[in-house]
């Protein structure tokens, strides 16, 4: 999101600066939606394309083209309106203007949220090699970028929007993902809950504080599925079916291992043609 549009000699310093960056951006909304698909560097670019084309060959065959797609607008711009807000409130308490025109951009936020869709999708999955469990890719994507971002001042300008992309992600799978096999929203099992994203010996209070969050923000109706525990009666509330779930881990799960297989393959493959070629070449 490049707020370097502004100009300073634009700015009448008797107004709050803050307002006009807010009054200055009206005009130019869409840097809200084209933002996340700009790249500032070759870098950004490689890694942003290599994330998309794994996960999301991970992804798209569960959630649906359509679905994959509204993911990746949906998260795009409400990573940006957070990223946006917190310029602003970063400006009012420090005082400091390069948080108002520094550019931030990148498809960084996406990905982030890609990895949360690929800890609720097979959680248990050992990836290779890194001998990590899936649930544990976003909480360790976030920590190396803060331990990064203390020796990096340039931090600002990607941690945030790893922060909200994350976040944004975890928001939009666990309430508002449509569901077409069970024509319902989110998905509110336990083992997604927000707390599963930090150790064991935190989560009694972390979910002490997001169900105080959550009350607080979603009314009564939240407290009163906290308080039944995401259950009616004998009959579970929609998202919360652990058959339904158990069945999207196993799609997950067998998608993965094809996609492992195959790059196995192919590596196999182009080991045996070096080989070969270095045969023929003794020979």
């Known amino acids: 999101m490049d707020f370097s549009f502004l100009d300073h000699d634009l700015v009448v310093y008797h107004v709050p600066i803050a307002l006009h960056l807010y ?25 942003s ?51 108002l025109y520094m550019p931030i951009s990148g498809f960084h936020g996406v990905l982030a949220g ?16 890194l001998k990590i469990k899936a649930k544990w890719l976003p909480s360790l994507m ?17 941690l945030s929007t790893l922060i909200f992309g994350t976040y944004m992600g975890w928001i939009y799978l666990r309430y508002l993902q449509k569901k077409p096999e069970s024509k319902h929203r989110g998905d509110l099992n336990e083992d997604f809950a927000f707390s599963t ?57 067998r998608a993965l291992e094809e996609r492992l297989a195959a790059e196995s393959l192919i590596a196999a493959g182009k080991k045996s043609e070096e080989l070969q070629i270095n045969g023929t070449n003794n020979v």
């Open 23 to 47: 009054l200055w951006t009206i005009p130019f909304g869409w840097n809200l939606i084209t933002a996340g698909y700009i790249e500032q560097s070759i870098q950004g670019l490689v890694v």
């Open 49 to 99: 394309t290599l994330g998309l084309l794994f996960m999301g060959k991970l992804l798209e065959p569960i959630w649906g083209s359509k679905e994959f797609l509204k993911f990746i607008f949906v998260i795009n711009f409400l990573t940006s309106v957070c990223v946006f807000i917190t310029a602003i409130a970063l400006y009012g308490v420090t005082r400091q203007e390069h948080y």
């Open 114 to 129: 890609f990895l949360v869709g690929i800890k609720q999708m097979v959680p248990d999955q050992e990836l290779p090699r």
């Open 142 to 158: 976030l920590l190396f970028s803060i331990a990064i971002s203390f020796f990096t001042p340039e931090s600002a300008t990607y």
């Open 197 to 253: 994203f930090f150790p064991e010996f935190l989560r009694p209070i972390i979910d002490l504080i997001a169900s105080k969050f959550h009350r607080n923000l979603c009314g009564k109706s939240e407290a009163f599925i906290d308080t039944l525990g995401y259950s009616l009666g004998s009959a579970p509330l929609p998202g919360s079916d652990p058959i339904e779930a158990s069945r999207r881990r196993e799609k997950g799960a």
